[in-house]
């Protein structure tokens, strides 16, 4: 069964800090791994999309890893701000036997900055 | 500003009264779909479209209808809606192809008495 894991479930760090958010996925066949910021009561939006061949990506303060061999991925965050504080969602893609992609979605990493 | 539009964002109903979602998009995307959203859950595919007329299930698509008349437009429909639909539900857009960002609504809270 295709299945994305994300640890911690929730996360409270002091403003400014860095942290690290985990993803473990059994999605086959693999095609990309997102991950997504999800402020509360809004809708996911995109921070990094990696493709099997890439180890990481970055945007700004965001450093996404990927270990394709191991089907793990980490997000890493840098200088937390305020803002930080969202869950971060990570979402493993794989294409159907009809062509189209398919999403699996984690149940995301509740941040929280605190000053 | 390139975006997905969802109304009406909160909703509260009652048990067997049809109620229609809306979602429209103005970057002409091809693909389209809307998910809900359960605490504890994954965000989960309920239908899809990948053009004009052509839409298909998800992974719970029991109890939700769709129509893609207009590329613009993909409205989600319950034709019935019980409380175990009571969710948050998320309409998004994507150019297509394995790599196309995924652009999300703001949502609807939908609650059903």
């Known amino acids: 069964k295709n299945q994305v894991e994300q640890s911690p479930q929730s996360l409270i760090i002091l403003e400014g800090k860095n942290c690290t958010l985990q993803?473990?996925?059994?999605?086959?066949?693999?095609?990309?791994l997102r991950w997504y910021k999800q402020d509360t009561g809004r809708g996911p939006v995109s921070l990094t999309i990696?493709?099997?061949?890439?180890n990481t990506k970055s945007n700004g303060r965001y450093t996404a890893t990927l270990d394709a061999d191991t089907k793990q991925s980490s997000l890493h965050i840098t200088a937390s701000q305020l803002s930080d504080s969202a869950s971060y969602i990570c979402?493993?893609?794989?294409?159907?036997?009809?062509?189209?992609?398919?999403?699996?979605f984690g149940t995301g990493t509740r941040l929280t900055i605190i000053p | 500003e390139a975006q997905v539009t969802q109304n009406p964002r909160y909703l509260i109903t009652v048990t067997g009264k049809k109620l229609t979602v809306t979602c429209s998009q103005n970057?002409?995307?091809?693909?389209m779909s809307w998910y809900r959203q359960d605490p504890g859950l994954g965000l989960r595919q309920i239908y899809y479209?990948?053009?004009?007329?052509?839409?298909d299930k998800g992974d719970v698509p029991e109890g939700y209808k769709v129509s893609r008349k207009e590329k613009r437009n993909f409205p989600l429909i319950l034709e019935s809606p019980s409380p175990n639909q009571t969710s948050l539900y998320f309409c998004?857009?994507?150019?297509?192809?394995?790599?196309?960002?995924?652009?999300f609504g703001s949502g609807t809270r939908l609650t059903v008495v």
């Open positions: 998004a857009s994507s150019a297509g192809g394995s790599l196309s960002g995924y652009t």
């Open positions: 993803c473990n996925y059994t999605v086959s066949p693999f095609s990309n």
């Open positions: 990696m493709t099997f061949s890439e």
């Open positions: 979402v493993v893609s794989l294409i159907s036997n009809f062509g189209n992609e398919k999403l699996t």
């Open positions: 970057m002409n995307h091809e693909y």
């Open positions: 479209s990948m053009n004009v007329e052509v839409t």
